[in-house]
């Protein structure tokens, strides 16, 4: 079938529409009508650092309603609300047991370009466009396997729910299914976008006593002290080293660093009580650490975090119950784009105008 896309033809460039073929769902999977996909950060990367091939659609927090479903698909119907997640293979030993976040071929299917096939459903003219994340969510429709779709309440309107599928849910998953924050402890939130207001959000709902927000932006640390943030710290203007270790009497005990800055990172780690843990969420950078003295020394715990540890069938459903009870606001990071409107979008991502910015695509 034809359908309109965003194609990323070569590295760096904006973002072109064009009307391409997309080949009809093969066994176990699903043609989804993408009514709206979340901006992510790894889009951007994605398009000007080349980390899949080009040309391709990229996009990867699609949500839509299923138009068409494949030989052997059982848990998915024509009709359904879905959002696309990560692609994975769930077969490998990290997928059976719950991590699919690390599966052994994680990148592979999401960042090389094909399908689970080793084949491509996009093309232009005849020549192959790559896939993305399993879904190319920058079109009109797109085909995924079903194992990478989850089916969501149609109560909810379903615009809204394509950043589940990829950042929100990374950081929420990380307070959530990761780090686990005791009831009463204390946490520190470096960055204070999409990702790391949604740990604030995870880690008020878990009974957090104290809950810093860090970030150099005080727009975001207002907003963050609405999404349940107890203090909020201007690291442009503060010593937050200082200011975390008075508020928390001698550190926190966790920590979620966004940002992916090296001064951050090591921030994170040095404001940390003894046996402290901060989860690294931000795509950082080679850096230098302080072994002995940053970790060793004191016991603390650095541990790398992707998609925020989830299974996306059961963490996606349980953030839309947290939704619908008024317990997980994440509407209030989002501003509806038109699709036309996809390379403003990406500025305003990259400026910081707009935490989440959200494309509308058939509405």
Do not use: W
């Not at 080009?54 to 059982?74: D, K, N, Y």
């Not at 429709?141 to 989850?150: D, I, K």
């Not at 931000?282 to 020394?297: F, R, S, W, Y």
Request: aromatic fraction near 6%; charged fraction near 20%.
């Amino acid at each position: 079938m034809k359908i309109k896309a965003a194609v990323t033809e070569g590295q760096g460039q904006d973002f072109n529409f064009e009307e391409v073929e997309l080949a009809s769902p093969k066994a176990n999977e699903v043609l989804v009508d993408i009514v709206a996909t979340g901006v992510c950060h790894t889009d951007a990367v994605a398009r000007d650092e080349a980390i899949a091939p080009l040309p391709a659609v990229l996009g990867h927090e699609g949500s839509g309603i299923v138009e068409e479903v494949g030989e052997g698909v059982t848990r998915l119907e024509k009709g359904d609300h879905v959002v696309i997640s990560f692609a994975h293979c769930g077969e490998c030993d990290h997928c059976l047991t719950g991590h699919p976040t690390v599966c052994e071929t994680f990148n592979e299917l999401n960042f090389g370009g094909m399908n689970d096939d080793s084949t491509h459903r996009l093309s232009k003219d005849g020549q192959p466009l790559s896939t993305f994340f399993g879904q190319s969510s920058f079109g009109s429709y797109a085909v995924a396997h079903e194992r990478n779709v989850v089916k969501v309440d149609q109560d909810v309107d379903i615009a809204l729910l394509g950043p589940l599928g990829c950042g929100i849910q990374t950081g929420a998953g990380t307070v959530l299914n990761r780090i686990k924050p005791e009831f009463g402890s204390t946490i520190a939130i470096y960055g204070a976008g999409a990702v790391g207001l949604s740990a604030i959000m995870a880690a008020k709902i878990v009974g957090c006593k104290t809950i810093i927000a860090v970030d150099v932006h005080d727009s975001r640390l207002e907003l963050a002290k609405e999404l349940g943030a107890t203090h909020t710290l201007n690291g442009s203007k503060v010593d937050v080293l200082e200011e975390i270790k008075e508020l928390t009497n001698g550190g926190s005990t966790y920590a979620v660093e966004t940002t992916g800055v090296p001064d951050v990172v090591r921030q994170s780690l040095q404001a940390l009580r003894p046996l402290g843990i901060s989860a690294i969420v931000g795509v950082t950078p080679e850096m230098d650490i302080d072994v002995h003295n940053d970790l060793m020394a004191e016991g603390k715990t650095m541990v790398g975090v992707i998609e925020g540890d989830s299974v996306p069938n059961v963490f996606i459903p349980d953030l839309v119950d947290y939704y619908k009870a008024g317990q997980f606001p994440f509407d209030k990071l989002v501003k509806f784009y038109d699709f036309e409107e996809i390379n403003q979008a990406f500025e305003d991502s990259k400026n910081g105008e707009t935490i989440k910015p959200v494309l509308k695509i058939n509405q």
